[in-house]
C-alpha cells in the first residue's frame, strides 16, 4: 500500500519568502502525484499534478513542484509567497491501478503567511 | 458548471444518532469518492462508486458506515449508530469516467460532522 509524508506540518513565513514544502511517498510502482490546497472555507482544490513527462510541473498561482523519482518525493515550491496563499497544503498520490483512482494523502502543511 | 456539493455543511449529533451526508457530483461525472479527515490526520479513502457499484469499499471503517449511489447520481453515506469517534469532515469528490487513472478528482466543501 502507498503511503504519504509531509513533514512540515505549520509553516509560517513572511511575504515575499520563498516556499519550499516536502512531500514524500511509499510505492514502489508508477503513480501520480498531486498538490491540493484548501483556503480558508473554501474545497479542496488541485494546484497541480504529475501524471508523466517533464518532472518540473507549474500549477496555478505561481505554484511548481518537482518530481524526483529516486527520492520518491515531489516538493512543491513557490519563490515569493503573498498573504493569500496562507492555507493548507495536501501531497496526495494515486497509484496506477487500472480502474480505480483512490488518492492516498498526507497529513496536511498549514501554511500561514505573516503580511 | 456545478461544482460538487455536499449536505450538510456542518452537523452537530449526539452519540447514538443517525445522520445521512449527502454529494451530488458534477454531472456526469462517473467516478464517485467519498474521504474522511480526522482532526489533525490525513484525509482517508473510504470508499468509490462507479456510476452505482461500488467499485472499492477498503476504507469504510466498519458496518456502522453504510454509502449508497442509486442511479448513479447523487450518494448518500448514512452513519448509524453515530459514535464520537467518527466525528470529522467527510469530503466527497468525483471524477470523469477515464482509464489508466489520468482523470483529475474535483472535490466538494466537506462536511463537518461532531458526535456528541
Known amino acids: 500500500a502507498q503511503s504519504v509524508s509531509q513533514h512540515n506540518h505549520h509553516v509560517i513565513l513572511s511575504e515575499a519568502a520563498s516556499l519550499e514544502l516536502g512531500c514524500n511517498y511509499s510505492?514502489?510502482?508508477?503513480?501520480?502525484l498531486f498538490w491540493y490546497v484548501q483556503y480558508p472555507g473554501q474545497h479542496l482544490q488541485l494546484l497541480l499534478k504529475y501524471f508523466s513527462g517533464d518532472p518540473l510541473v507549474k500549477g496555478i498561482k505561481g505554484f511548481e513542484a518537482e518530481f524526483i523519482k529516486s527520492k520518491f518525493s515531489f516538493n512543491l515550491r513557490k519563490p515569493s509567497v503573498q498573504w493569500s496563499d496562507t492555507a493548507e497544503y495536501f501531497c496526495a498520490v494515486n497509484a496506477l491501478n487500472f480502474g480505480n483512482e483512490k488518492l492516498t494523502f498526507g497529513t496536511g502543511t498549514r501554511l500561514t503567511i505573516i503580511p | 458548471e456545478a461544482g460538487v456539493t455536499q449536505f450538510p455543511s456542518h452537523s452537530v449529533i449526539e452519540k447514538g444518532q443517525t445522520v445521512t451526508l449527502r454529494c451530488d457530483p458534477i454531472?456526469?461525472?462517473?467516478?464517485l469518492y467519498w474521504y474522511r479527515r480526522v482532526m489533525g490526520k490525513e484525509i482517508k479513502f473510504l470508499l468509490h462508486?462507479?456510476?452505482?457499484?461500488?467499485?472499492?469499499e477498503s476504507g469504510m471503517p466498519n458496518n456502522r458506515f453504510l454509502a449508497e449511489r442509486t442511479g448513479g447520481t447523487y450518494s448518500t453515506l448514512k452513519v448509524q449508530p453515530a459514535e464520537l469517534e467518527d466525528s470529522g469532515v467527510y469530503f466527497c469528490?468525483?471524477?470523469?469516467?477515464?482509464?489508466?487513472?489520468?482523470?483529475?478528482?474535483?472535490f466538494g466543501q466537506g462536511t463537518r460532522l461532531t458526535v456528541v
Open positions: 454531472s456526469g461525472h462517473d467516478n
Open positions: 510505492y514502489g510502482g508508477t503513480v501520480n
Open positions: 469528490a468525483s471524477s470523469a469516467k477515464g482509464r489508466g487513472s489520468n482523470t483529475e478528482a474535483f
Open positions: 462508486f462507479v456510476k452505482e457499484s461500488k467499485q472499492d
